[in-house]
């Protein structure tokens, strides 16, 4: 009987199996990604359909005391019988605004804020503050009043460094550094090397805030967490000696600035030479920590959330030419590779652009989406080589005298793997020089 229905199942079944055979790798792909597209829709249903009875559930019986707590606090008439009607208005202050105008928690430690000092009619601007350094000078960390600011920001910075931040913002930006002082005391490694505190600059500081839309706890969570991952990784030091079997093919490479002055960071995946999770996400530290580097970190402007911030941006342009599920990196890395960007590189992407999408990437975009960050997601912009409007906006973005051929520019798409070693190499020791004055320099001070 067990024989029988084997040999009905065999039967039945052969027609699939001889197609599954002869299927091409394209086939293949196309077959997996069908299946993960429907696993992918329903996995999402089921998730809004448990998101809405989550906020059903929540939200009950709570109307009321919401309309409550966001009703402006009225006012009880004390007018007596007969007498005209007072009319008191009630002004709204956000919490940011109170938190910022208020300085309350320095006044309670006996700390003067420096706006309101500086704000003092009677003190002519450039005149010194009393116990502390003139106006014109960079502003002192709150709790040590005369102390030198170093190495979180340099020292005597004329006011214009921090022109691009609003009185708002500047306090905050005092305040967020003192907190990170802070915690350095009580975590010693925290901030324990030369190469973290070069990191750790005022310009930094303002991309962790600007991130958290200001709030100083969520920017100071998210500041130790990447000062305790550089510690790990120590990024500064990653050479293009650790990383040059992962970068043989041209893979990931930096091509000039765009229009805006951005440094564009060229990814193609269609190149990918491994599968080794460890060392692409090195390559791929060593080739973010290059994008950004700055020779003189330290005068690097703090900027506010209003101004442009185009020295600071990297431009990603990701090339899917030849890209297929075979090629792809395991999604623990690409997982681990979004972390980096969101976590670690914070307020430095501009913009991502995804050149010639196989429709199979959907699926792939559909799976890691939900672990994008909202902000980060509006930044991704696809082009399709077929659809003359998208080309054009492209050349309007970039130069296009140094974006390869195959990618509607003017360079020869062949990758010159002993030019790139060479400038990596110069690149590499022109970094060790200027960590080691660092280094130095810092020592002579202390």
Not at 79 to 96: F, I, S, Y
Not at 111 to 136: F, L, Q, Y
């Amino acid at each position: 009987m067990a024989d029988r229905a084997q040999a009905l199942v065999a039967a039945a079944t052969a027609p699939f199996v001889d197609k599954l055979r002869g299927m091409t790798p394209l086939d293949v792909d196309t077959a997996v990604g069908a299946i993960f597209a429907v696993c992918a829709v329903v996995l999402q249903i089921g998730l809004f359909v448990l998101a809405r009875a989550i906020t059903k559930a929540l939200s009950a019986g709570t109307k009321p005391a919401a309309a409550e707590k966001d009703s402006p606090p009225s006012a009880k008439s004390t007018t007596p019988a007969g007498a005209a009607p007072v009319t008191v208005r009630v002004e709204r202050v956000t919490p940011v605004e109170a938190e910022v105008s208020g300085f309350a928690w320095m006044r309670a430690a006996g700390i003067t804020p420096h706006d309101a000092a500086s704000s003092d009619p009677g003190t002519p601007p450039g005149a010194a503050r009393p116990g502390g350094a003139p106006n014109d000078l960079a502003p002192d960390t709150p709790g040590t009043p005369g102390a030198p600011p170093s190495p979180l920001s340099p020292s005597s910075r004329p006011s214009a460094h921090y022109s691009k931040l609003t009185p708002a913002e500047l306090q905050r930006l005092r305040e967020f550094r003192a907190l990170v002082q802070k915690a350095a005391r009580d975590d010693p490694a925290l901030l324990g090397t030369s190469d973290l505190k070069r990191f750790a600059n005022d310009a930094c500081l303002c991309r962790y805030l600007r991130a958290r839309s200001w709030n100083l706890k969520k920017a100071l969570k998210m500041f130790s967490a990447t000062a305790r991952w550089r510690a790990k990784t120590r990024p500064e030091r990653v050479k293009w000696r650790d990383v040059q079997a992962e970068g043989a093919t041209g893979k990931q490479y930096l091509a000039g600035t765009d229009k805006e002055g951005r440094n564009v960071l060229v990814m193609r995946p269609g190149r990918e030479n491994t599968k080794e999770h460890a060392g692409n996400i090195r390559f791929l530290i060593y080739t973010l920590e290059r994008a950004t580097w700055r020779e003189k970190p330290e005068d690097d402007h703090p900027l506010g959330s209003h101004v442009e911030h185009h020295r600071e941006k990297l431009v990603l342009l990701i090339d899917f030419t030849g890209w297929t599920l075979a090629t792809a990196p395991p999604m623990r890395t690409s997982r681990e590779t979004l972390s980096i960007l969101q976590d670690h590189f914070p307020e430095r992407l501009a913009v991502a652009v995804c050149y010639n999408p196989p429709w199979i990437f959907a699926v792939f975009w559909k799976a890691i989406s939900p672990f994008i960050d909202p902000e980060t997601y509006r930044k991704i912009r696809f082009v399709n080589p077929k659809r003359e409007k998208e080309i054009n906006r492209m050349k309007r973005m970039f130069k296009m005298e140094s974006i390869e051929r195959d990618m509607g520019g003017e360079r020869d798409p062949a990758f010159d793997l002993e030019a790139f070693a060479s400038e990596a190499d110069a690149h590499d020791e022109r970094k060790d020089t200027a960590l080691g004055a660092f280094a130095a320099k810092l020592a002579a001070e202390e």
